[in-house]
């Protein structure tokens, strides 16, 4: 069954990169594991699926060690706790949801000496809902400053979960305005658009997404999570 959905999401994303005329290979598809029990991941990773993403800080590093044998690349992709960056720093290789100064700074010093700096995305809330989380896109130059100087952070762009819409053109409009403003900055380095999920998939690609972050298409539906770590 994953298997199967991993192959339509794989054709689907190659389609869309055709009607946009960006090369096949130019989003990179993120299986979103959270909830999900690690033979679920075995499973996609049998499939050739190498990127896989997590929300729960704790959840993530128990299937980690279940699957320590596996050459997967972790990525965090949930809200941040203060009292969690010394695990996320040490069990992932991305964090896409930084929406402090304050956080990057605590992932920067307790990243382990001997790994590689970590790769990390600013969340920008860009459909200015007060009670998402997420940095406005006033403040994303500024932020962008002060963690490009952090050295064992790599900053690599942005990341954004928009409102949901099930209408196509209103789903385009916010990432077009974030691909804007992140043009602006002029920083080649910001080669990262981590946009569209299982629900606006074309959209996402569309608009420039090089990592989409797909669950619900991949693995079914979840239960809810009782903690939230
Ligand atoms: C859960 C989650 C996803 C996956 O969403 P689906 O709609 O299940 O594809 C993507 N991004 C983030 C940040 C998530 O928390």
Known sequence: MISQN????????????????????????LAVSKTKPAEDIAEAY??????????????AVKKQAEL???DITWHFIGPIQSNKTKLIAAHFD???????????????DQRPAGLPPLNVCLQVNISGEASKS??????????????MLLPNLRLRGVMAIPAPESDFERQRQPYRALVEAVKQLARPE????????????KA???EGATIVRVGTALFGERAPHADRG
């Open 190 to 201: 910001l080669d990262t658009f981590s946009f569209g999920m299982s629900g606006d998939l």
């Open 68 to 70: 320590g044998a596996y």
């Open 134 to 147: 997420g940095i406005g896109l006033d403040e994303l130059p500024a932020l962008c400053e002060q963690v």
């Open 6 to 29: 991993l192959k339509l999401i794989r054709q689907q994303i190659r389609d869309y990169c055709g009607i946009a005329k960006r090369p096949e290979d130019a989003v990179l598809l």
């Open 46 to 59: 049998r499939a050739g699926q190498r990127h896989f993403g997590e929300s729960y800080c704790q959840e």
């Open 204 to 206: 996402a690609v569309l």
């Open 94 to 108: 991305w964090v896409h949801s930084i929406d402090s100064f304050k956080n990057a700074k605590r992932l920067n």
